[in-house]
RNA sequence: GUGAGAUUAGCUCAGCUGGUUAGAGCACUAGUUUGUGGCACUGGGGGUCGCGAGUUCGAAUCUCGUAUCUCACCCCA
């Protein structure tokens, strides 16, 4: 038997209906808050990751799908949304263009991971970008827009949130951990030691307790700011708290992508074991330009669907459609040919085997019709359909012609 | 990539220290006297015990390998 590969799912049944669910609601939120859907490659240039997630994240050091094709192109399936995205926006040119551009995408992402619960090497994102708004509002606006994609799901978060800095404060920032880092260089643990030259800001949420301990007296980010980005912060927990958004900061809060800047926040679920992490974004001002687009602020977010699936809580299911039998074989054509008129407008359940009224509203039962409707000798030879509506337990016999 | 635990019917799980035709509940299916559902009762179908070796007279059970899942690390959504 052949089975699908390490950490590829299948999706079907009551997983689709709660996919699909998400879909819908997260779908329907995002157009309310003005963004339109975008479709991206699943297969894009390699060098466009490693430009834009950076060379020396793990995601691109070492996760990615990544192959020659036939026409000898470094190609790799996306490990994630937002650079396609980017390229798109910028390849239609829309950078030029000027002006405020929002979208939202979902589909599948890849990463060669070792999978565990809500980790998955094929997962599925739900993601917004919004290019050309460099007011902290629109970052709030992100954030309100995944609370009410999550309230509207059922499910509980806490918000983390930090600020990363610009180009103004970041990199004396990053000077400053480096030094205080190294006078302690022997005592951090080996994952740190390597941070310190891949990407040193990721030191401050290692995991390791001594690390911890030690780091509880390095420099804050969010003591170093710049006005301009102080500013920013500032203004953006006051909005927060205007609209009832509940936030926690977390000055080791670290976007694992390199492009992010200022703004950066996570949802966190605590019912969903150590893949905590079931939204998570930020502000990224440079990334256009750094994929050769005219400089655009930006600001975006994505949602592992996989992650929330547990968690939504679903709309209970109301009964829906006909289900249509016949009592004797003979009505059996003319049951199909009914049924086949009454699916221009409905959901309906046909039995090819006739059987008694008994068993028919039983098998309407367990599909979970809202009618269930036979046609016997009686009908057939009057022309009508008897119907009965499972709800209301009410009965009707109808001409066939007014069904 | 590192460490640990699991894998028996469609699902959730029993199966003690190796011993005849591997069980239960749910689900599925058929009936319970002929045109009234969700309940109940009675039958029925369904398992190469993840896969492959080894030990043994004999392996679901012990040993090794392998795959997958789960948990933690790592990473991140």
Redesign the pocket.
Known sequence: ?I???????DILSDEYKRFTYFIEVATEIAKRYGFHFIETPLLEETALFKRS?GES???VG??MYQFIDKGENDVCLRP?G?AGVVRAFIQKKLDRAGGIHRFFYHGA?F?Y?????????Q???F?VESFGEASVYEDANMIMMVGDILKALGIGYRLKLNSLGDNNCMPAYRENLVYFVNKYKDSV?E??T??LYT?PI?VL????EKCQDIYKDAPKLINCLCSSCNNDFDILKKILADNNIAYEIDTNL????DYYSKTAF???SDN??????????GRYDRLVEFLDGKATPAVG????????MELIVMPTET?IGYYIGA?EDEALNLVVKVAHKKRESDVVTIDY?S????????????V??KY?A???????QNETI?L??????T?Q?LLLKEF
């Open positions: 038997m089975s699908s590969l390490r950490g590829m799912n997630v994240s793990d995601i070492k996760e994630e937002t992402m990463r991971e070792r999978p565990q619960k809500g980790r998955l090497r997962f599925h994102q993601g643990c994952d740190c390597r941070r990407n990721r949420d290692c995991k390791n670290v976007r694992g992508l996570e949802f966190v969903i074991g150590s893949q905590s992490a079931i939204a998570g974004g977010f994505a949602i592992g669907i996989e992650r929330l009964r009592l085997k059987k008694n009224l008994k068993n028919h509203l039983k098998a309407a039962d367990k979970n019709a269930c036979v046609i016997g000798s009686n009908e057939m008897w009965k509506n499972l709800e209301d337990k009965e016999v």
